[in-house]
T-cell receptor
Framework: DVKVTQSSRYLVKRTGEKVFLECVQD?????MFWYRQDPGLGLRLIYF???????EKGDIPEGYSVSREKKERFSLILESASTNQTSMYLC??????????FGDGTRLSIL | GEDVEQSLFLSVREGDSSVINCTYT??????LYWYKQEPGAGLQLLTY?????DMKQDQRLTVLLNKKDKHLSLRIADTQTGDSAIYFC?????????????FGSGTRLSIRP
């Protein structure tokens, strides 16, 4: 079974802090994705990566950056957290053209 | 652009069949997916269908694809309380160097006793 692991289920941070969300997959997938999920807005793609050190912006990249130094790990970085970044963050991975497999999500609160 | 639409809510009686419907716009989609999300959890891949198939059955789940009308449905037979969740329809789309998935807003399925 594919396993996508997000480092935290719940996280509370303060406005202005630099926040790191980590995601690890164990299936040697080329593609990894970060989404945020908000009530009434569904899932929105923030960034994705199709290879090590490669990244592309999704639909809402503003205020975020990503890092993929190793194939199995994809990090989402909030450079200076703001209250409007309070959300559920979901990481996913896939082979090219294949279905995406999701982690359990990180519920992030910015105070 | 690509879009996936589904109704927001569905309520069924325990033991009945549930049918969740979805329409999509991208005729070049390779795969169409159904995901399930239980409260506080991530998305679980339930099933998927290749765009050249009309139907796929997996135990209590039946997926029907009408490619002409761009309509996808998920039927859950003998619906149980454990089926209460949000169900997301999704289509694949090629996006730059990776394949992207476009999700619908999700249908919340509730089960009446």
């Amino acid at each position: 079974d594919v396993k996508v692991t997000q480092s935290s289920r719940y996280l509370v941070k303060r406005t202005g802090e630099k926040v790191f969300l980590e995601c690890v997959q164990d299936m040697d997938h080329e593609n990894m994705f970060w989404y945020r999920q908000d009530p009434g807005l569904g899932l929105r793609l923030i960034y994705f990566s199709y290879d090590v050190k490669m990244k592309e912006k999704g639909d809402i990249p503003e205020g975020y950056s990503v890092s993929r130094e190793k194939k199995e790990r994809f990090s989402l970085i909030l450079e200076s957290a703001s209250t409007n970044q309070t959300s559920m963050y979901l990481c996913a991975s896939s082979f090219l053209g294949g279905p995406q497999h999701f982690g359990d999500g990180t519920r992030l609160s910015i105070l | 652009g690509e879009d996936v639409e589904q109704s927001l809510f569905l309520s069924v009686r325990e033991g009945d069949s549930s049918v969740i419907n979805c329409t999509y716009t991208d005729s070049s989609s390779t795969y169409l997916y159904w995901y399930k999300q239980e409260p506080g959890a991530g998305l679980q891949l339930l099933t998927y269908i290749f765009s050249n198939m009309d139907m796929k059955q997996d135990q209590r789940l039946t997926v029907l694809l009408n490619k002409k009308d761009k309509h996808l449905s998920l039927r859950i037979a003998d619906t149980q309380t454990g089926d209460s969740a949000i169900y997301f329809c999704a289509e694949s789309a090629l996006y730059s160097s990776a394949s992207k998935i476009i999700f619908g807003s999700g249908t919340r399925l509730s089960i009446r006793p």
